[in-house]
Structure formats: C-alpha cells, structure tokens
C-alpha cells in the first residue's frame, strides 16, 4: 500500500493532522507514506521517521509564474509535479484540507482511490469518495479522525505526531541555555497570523509575572521571525526574568523548546497545539476561533468562552475589540495552568 497525504498549509493544520500518521500506520503497518506539503510545512515532517517521504510543492512559486505572465515555467512546474506524483504509483491519496488548491495535486496523482473533505471549492469532484466533516468539531483533529474511521482504521486514542531530531533538541538547548534558562519555564505562545486570534499584552504581561512568582516558572516568549520585536517588548515589559526566543529558533527548535517546557500557554497557533502533541501541560486560549474543546491529552485544558458571534473565524464584527479574548483574565489561565500541570502525566 502506497498512502500520499495532502495537507498543504497552516502549520497548526499540520501539527493536527499528524495524527493520521499512526492511525494509517495502525491500519496499513508497511504501508509507504508520503506527504505533500508546502515548503514552511514540510519542515514540521522532516524528521519523522514514521513518515517515508517528504514532497515540498511550491505553490506561491506558481503563483508568482502566473503573476508575471510565465506560462510556459509554471506548465513545465505544473508538468514536472504531475510527474512526481504519478511516479509514486499511489494506491490511496488523502486531501485533509477540502480545498481546490489541495484536490488539484490529490487528481494529478492519477491515484484509484482519492478520498476528501467535502468542499466548498467544488474540490470533492476530483475525490472518488467524498467524507463529511464532523458537525460540532469538538475534538482535536475532527476532520481527520473522520477520515481515519472513513478508512477503517482502529479507534485508538488520537494525538498529532511530531519528531525532532537531535540537532533540534540541542539547538534548543543552547538557546535556552544561552538565554540563562537553566530551571523550569512556561512556554508563552502569543502571536499568530491574525489580530482577532490574539491575547492582550496587558495580560500576557500578567501572566508572566504571576507564572514566575507563584510557580517559579521562567516565561519564555516564543514565535516566529516576524514576532521578534513584539517578543522583545513583551518580555522586556514582563520583567520576572523573562526571556524571549521568538525569531531565534527554527520551526523544530521552537518546537523542542515547547516539547521540554513546563507548562505551555497559547493562542490558537501552531506552538500552542504542540503542546499538547508532546503531553505537556497546556493551556489554549481561543476565541475567534475554536478548533477544537476535547484532546486526548490529559494535560490540556482549553479555554472558550463563546459569544453570540463565536467563532467569526475571518470575519470579525466586533471592530477590533475581540470580545471574545476579553473574556480570557489572568486568573483564570493560572487556575487552567495549575489544574493542567496537576493532571499532565
């Protein structure tokens, strides 16, 4: 059996729906697994060696092509992705992100068995099987254990998973180290790509003070290269020692950062989610968006207060007041943080 999952995009997408990895594996034990992902996503399966096969598709590339009017690259790239994949001679393709830009590579596979989100994009009519998305998506990974049972696979607990290497760890460590972190620390998660899904510096700041005081706790602020300054702030404000790794550290080494925290807390982003991938204590603070109330993971507690307009997802209407995350106080993510550092094995 030759398995090629499509998730492209969404590094928290990502993280979630690594958890059809051991459910595939428990289905199909010698199966060949691929996955094709976009290049900042393809980084996150690099080091799994439950994963066969890494396939990186630059698709803002194309875009590029086809922006400046170079048909014949982008149809030699079109070409030459086709080709990738039909040479993978692929027994079964998943989409695990029901959208047309994800159908597209999942049909040029040419695969027998394409199987689906159903999709609002019209991407479903390339699947030979179309599955429902679950309709309260409580669950960590909904969507994904969907699929999974779709396929007959064993309803074993389900968790995302993720691999570091040594390098990762060590990177992490040295920056941690370098950092003068050198006891237990929380990992703080506080930027993602949109504003309605943000905390409040006030709180954060808060939070990190309380964190280091009532539980010895170093915060440390992570993110990516686009954070750096606000982390910079941030920790500087925090005071309480508190360090910042945010644009210091790949995708992997801040994950290995998460991986060996204390205590993780977090918007909904990518970080946030690994957390609870590697049964750390966490604490996740959603609001314009819930992607999921219920994890496997005793450790992780999820913070949702819903409003008559939760979630809005991309569509905010409350004119950048984000009611919903007002509703978050520092208090209540200390007593989640306390009750989640009890329960986490």
Known sequence: MRILIVRLSAL?????????IPALRTRWPDAHIAWLAEPAGAVLLDANPRVDEVIRWDRLGWKALARGGRWLALGRAVAGLRGRLRAGQYDLVLDTQGLLKSALPAWLSAAPRRVGLASREGGHRLMTEVVQRPGDGRRLGSEYRQLAAHLGCPDTPYGPDLALSEADQADAAHALAAAGVNGPYAALCPFTTRAQKHWFEDRWIALGRALAERHGLLPVV???????????????????????????LGLRASAAAVADARLVVGVDTALTHMGTAFHRPTVALFGSTRPYLETDSPGTRVLYEPLWCSPCRRRPICGGVFSCMRLHRPEGVLDAAARAMEDAP
């Not at 928290?12 to 059809?20: H, K, N």
């Not at 990516?224 to 945010?246: C, E, I, K, N, Y």
């Open 222 to 248: 992570l993110g990516g290269p686009d954070d750096r300054s606000a982390a910079d702030t941030l920790a500087s404000a925090m005071g309480a020692g508190a360090v910042t790794l945010a644009g210091r």
């Open 12 to 20: 928290g997408d990502i993280v979630m729906a690594s958890g059809l």
